[in-house]
């Protein structure tokens, strides 16, 4: 009778093992990570990692290549501004596109 009572507990177990896996996975319990200057994370999938920086007091988002190489582009996103450069070499990159937000209350286009 221990045996039966074990070997349904196990199941039991595996059961809800495998739901809350699936339920993670399809995102029912995933929170949306908050990230700190300082932090970095890598996107699955691709070759781009983003960290999270303070650029002239302001706090950024940077995703780039992980491996540099001329001709890549990387994006630098803040609270007002977003900025796209191009490396020119694996150090040294040039603007392509800039933009600053004014309005806090920004209008859509349809």
């Known amino acids: 009778m221990a045996r039966i009572a074990l070997i349904v507990l196990v199941l039991a177990a595996c059961s809800i093992a495998v739901w809350l896996g699936a339920s993670r996975a399809a ?22 990692g983003c960290a ?20 890549t582009y990387a994006a630098l996103t803040g609270s007002k501004t977003v900025r796209v ?6 150090t040294v990159a040039q603007t392509v596109f800039q933009a600053k937000q ?4 920004p209008a859509t286009c349809r």
Not at 27 to 48: E, S, Y
């Open 27 to 48: 995102g029912a319990a995933a929170a949306p990570a908050v990230l700190h200057v300082g932090d970095t994370v890598r996107i699955a999938g691709t070759n781009v």
């Open 52 to 71: 999270v920086a303070r650029r002239g007091g302001a706090t950024t988002v940077e995703c780039l290549p992980v491996h540099r190489a001329a001709g």
């Open 85 to 90: 450069v191009r490396f020119r070499t694996s």
């Open 102 to 105: 004014y309005d806090p209350r």
